[in-house]
């Protein structure tokens, strides 16, 4: 029930694509759903996030859309760039179980192709 | 806003010595988090402190792990005894308290930790 599950493994898209992400969970103590990218040697950087009382955030060419009642969200990247290669982990953080440690996804490796 | 950091960034060592990590947060920031991160995985959660309590730990947490923050602001993760399975990558990372809700936490680049 901590898990989250994310798809696909890994993702190739041409350049000025759309890229999307997908993730998945059963917990209803989520109740903040963030997105981070990765790259290589690097810590995780924060994108964009969440809560479940909005269904669509945008930032820049980023956006999450968030379907509560299929205990779904995703993150679309507009227009992928070649410097978008990295991996991504979306999380999910149960406050209303009182923690506030972050459940990750088994990340996504994205490449564009220039 | 220096941003999270941590020391050393590499560390190899031999099997059963014991290593300590360092990570600075972000300052004003009260809450701090440890991370474990190895290759092709999400990071997994190990334990998390507001200002110098240590409120949670993980299960991952064994008792040859042990991580302090005297003084609310820096901390350390000190391993002993290491062994081969604690290769990863660990990662610190800090969040502010105020205000209602969730509050985004910010990642250091981590120490990676290879073990002999």
């Known amino acids: 029930q901590q898990q989250v599950k994310q798809s696909p493994q890994s993702l190739i898209v041409q350049k000025g694509g759309i890229s999307i992400i997908n993730c998945a969970y059963e917990?209803?103590?989520?109740?903040?759903f963030p997105w981070y990218q990765q790259f290589p040697g690097k810590g995780p950087a924060l994108l964009i996030a969440i809560r479940p009382d909005v269904s669509e955030k945008k930032e820049g060419r980023f956006t999450i859309s968030f379907n509560k009642s299929a205990k779904q969200f995703s993150l679309h990247i507009m227009d992928s760039q070649p410097g978008d290669s990295a991996t991504y982990f979306c999380a999910a953080q149960p406050t209303t179980s009182g923690t506030y440690k972050y459940i990750f996804g088994t990340g996504t490796r994205l490449k564009v192709l220039a | 806003d220096t941003g999270v950091s941590q020391d050393p960034r590499h560390k190899i060592t031999k099997r059963g010595q014991n290593v300590t990590f360092r990570c600075d947060p972000i300052s004003e920031h009260n809450r701090l988090y440890w991370y474990r991160q190895t290759l092709g995985q999400g990071p997994e959660f190990l334990t998390y402190?507001?200002?110098?309590?240590?409120?949670?730990k993980s299960r991952l947490l064994s008792d040859r792990f042990s991580a302090e923050r005297p003084k609310g602001s820096f901390s350390t993760l000190e391993i002993q005894r290491t062994e081969q399975g604690d290769s990863a990558m660990y990662l610190c990372?800090?969040?502010?308290?105020f205000g209602q809700g969730n509050q985004p936490q910010h990642f250091g680049d981590g120490t990676r930790l290879s073990i002999l």
């Open positions: 402190f507001q200002n110098e309590a240590q409120l949670e």
């Open positions: 917990n209803t103590a989520f109740d903040y």
């Open positions: 990372a800090s969040s502010p308290l």
